[in-house]
Structures are given as structure tokens and as C-alpha cells.
């Protein structure tokens, strides 16, 4: 179950940070490590504050974007200490987005997504995000080092491992990259029916990406919206050959 869940951290400024998230993360038995254009990678510091995780630092997988961190994972959790953001995802705390991860992990891989030290992650990269997690803080003092939410929230998901009434997601969800070429398709038959109209395009194809990554269609369900787009498709172009 864990083997499929894996911590990604974007564009992680010390080094350190990154030795200490593997530690962490060893200590929980979780083993996939994820970089998204880290500062400094390798490093003698990460190694030094991975302490007995090395092996973590040597397996991990280096990429130049999310998108391709996550692209195969059919369940991914945005992590910040703002509960308020331009685009509104559904809120979890630690504990309930630990037991939706693990609910989840036996049917696929998921990513816990950690943002930069001094800003978190973007709202373009919480949008690729299927739920928004938060570790419940002093409000007048919310904000942890990155090292010590992976380790809250790494311990969070161990222990609903452990917890042997933690009931089972059944549904079968669609990859990230399947989500993209859905948007993809969507956006483009929104155009084609001139629903978005080029001079007032407005954020439809935004609000209505954050409205199915909230919604989460399943895979059967995802394949029917795509039957639909593609006859609406066909619908126009034998209307344009009249």
C-alpha cells in the first residue's frame, strides 16, 4: 500500500530540506521521493541530513515539472498553511487527507505535493491538485519547515496504514494524464461550438478544470464524457458539411 505513495516536492530551495524529507519519510515506510527542479540536487548536505535514508536520495526522480511527477497517479493532495486561496480546492486536515490517501493507495499511485519553503505552491499547481491538506496549527502561527509538515503528514499516513478498520476505496479513478487529455478535448469542443468565445474567454476552462478535479469522475464515468465530447464533435462537423 504504501509502495504507491509518493511524496513530491517542488523546487526545494536547501538542500537539507531534502535529506530531512527522506528521513521523515523512511521512518514511515514510505520510499518515493519525487524533485521538481530542486536547487541544489545531489547534495553533501542532503545526504548528511538524510541521516540513515541515502537510499532514498539515490532512487529519487528528478523532474522538470509537475505535470510529470504526476502523471501517472489517479489521486493527488496539495499541501499548504493557507486555507484560503484564489482557487478553493476541498479542505482536508492531516488526518483525513492521511486516511483518503491510504484508502486510495492500493488501487494506484497517489502524490502528496509539498511546495517551496518560502511561498508553498502555486495556485496553478494547486489547481492539478484533486484536494488541499493542512496540518491544524496555533493560527496566530501556522507555518511549519517543510521537513517537519512531510514528517507530520508521513506519520499521519502510517498510522491509518496501520489502522485496520481504514475502509477501502472501491471506485477506479482516471490517471493525471488522463484528466489532461480530457481537458484538452473539453477546451477544445468548447471552442469549436463557440461556447468560449475568443475576445471573452474569461477563466471557464478554470473554474471548470477546479469543478472535475472536485468532482473526481470516475474512469467509466470520465470515458462517458469523453464519448459525449467526441459526438458533439461529430455533431458539428456533419453539420458543417451541410
Same mark, same amino acid.
Given at each position: 500500500?504504501?509502495?504507491?505513495?509518493?511524496?513530491?516536492?517542488?523546487?526545494?530551495?536547501?538542500?537539507?530540506? /531534502? %535529506?530531512?524529507? +527522506? $528521513?521523515?519519510?523512511?521512518?514511515?515506510? #514510505?520510499?518515493? &521521493?519525487?524533485?521538481?527542479?530542486?536547487? @541544489?540536487?545531489?547534495?553533501?548536505?542532503?545526504?548528511?541530513?538524510?541521516?540513515?535514508?541515502?537510499?532514498?536520495?539515490?532512487?529519487?526522480?528528478?523532474?522538470?515539472?509537475?505535470?510529470?511527477?504526476?502523471?501517472?497517479?489517479?489521486?493527488? /493532495? %496539495?499541501?499548504? +498553511? $493557507?486555507?484560503?486561496?484564489?482557487?478553493? #480546492?476541498?479542505? &482536508?486536515?492531516?488526518?483525513?487527507?492521511? @486516511?483518503?490517501?491510504?484508502?486510495?493507495?492500493?488501487?494506484?499511485?497517489?502524490?502528496?505535493?509539498?511546495?517551496?519553503?518560502?511561498?508553498?505552491?502555486?495556485?496553478?499547481?494547486?489547481?492539478?491538485?484533486?484536494?488541499?491538506?493542512?496540518?491544524?496549527?496555533?493560527?496566530?502561527?501556522?507555518?511549519?519547515?517543510?521537513?517537519?509538515?512531510?514528517?507530520?503528514?508521513?506519520?499521519?499516513?502510517?498510522?491509518?496504514?496501520?489502522?485496520?478498520?481504514?475502509?477501502?476505496?472501491?471506485?477506479?479513478?482516471?490517471?493525471?494524464?488522463?484528466?489532461?487529455?480530457?481537458?484538452?478535448?473539453?477546451?477544445?469542443?468548447?471552442?469549436?461550438?463557440?461556447?468560449?468565445?475568443?475576445?471573452?474567454?474569461?477563466?471557464?476552462?478554470?473554474?471548470?478544470?477546479?469543478?472535475?478535479?472536485?468532482?473526481?469522475?470516475?474512469?467509466?464515468?470520465?470515458?462517458?464524457?469523453?464519448?459525449?465530447?467526441?459526438?458533439?464533435?461529430?455533431?458539428?462537423?456533419?453539420?458543417?458539411?451541410?
Amino acid at each position: 500500500m504504501l509502495s504507491n505513495i509518493r511524496v513530491v516536492l517542488i523546487n526545494t530551495f536547501h538542500p537539507g530540506n /531534502i %535529506g530531512a524529507a +527522506a $528521513r521523515a519519510m523512511k521512518n514511515m515506510g #514510505l520510499t518515493n &521521493l519525487y524533485l521538481v527542479e530542486p536547487r @541544489e540536487f545531489p547534495s553533501e548536505e542532503a545526504d548528511s541530513r538524510s541521516a540513515g535514508a541515502k537510499d532514498l536520495l539515490e532512487n529519487a526522480i528528478v523532474v522538470n515539472t509537475l505535470e510529470e511527477a504526476i502523471s501517472d497517479c489517479q489521486l493527488v /493532495i %496539495g499541501t499548504s +498553511a $493557507r486555507t484560503k486561496r484564489t482557487f478553493d #480546492l476541498p479542505l &482536508l486536515d492531516a488526518r483525513k487527507g492521511a @486516511e483518503r490517501i491510504v484508502g486510495e493507495a492500493k488501487q494506484g499511485n497517489i502524490a502528496l505535493v509539498f511546495g517551496r519553503e518560502t511561498m508553498g505552491l502555486h495556485n496553478e499547481e494547486l489547481q492539478q491538485c484533486n484536494f488541499h491538506v493542512y496540518i491544524p496549527a496555533n493560527p496566530e502561527y501556522p507555518v511549519l519547515n517543510v521537513s517537519q509538515a512531510i514528517q507530520l503528514l508521513c506519520y499521519e499516513v502510517y498510522v491509518a496504514s496501520e489502522n485496520k478498520t481504514n475502509t477501502e476505496q472501491e471506485s477506479e479513478y482516471p490517471r493525471h494524464k488522463e484528466m489532461a487529455l480530457f481537458y484538452e478535448h473539453l477546451e477544445k469542443v468548447l471552442r469549436l461550438t463557440n461556447f468560449i468565445i475568443p475576445n471573452h474567454e474569461g477563466k471557464v476552462v478554470d473554474k471548470l478544470r477546479r469543478f472535475f478535479n472536485r468532482s473526481r469522475p470516475e474512469r467509466t464515468e470520465l470515458n462517458m464524457l469523453r464519448g459525449i465530447l467526441k459526438s458533439v464533435e461529430e455533431t458539428v462537423e456533419k453539420l458543417e458539411k451541410k
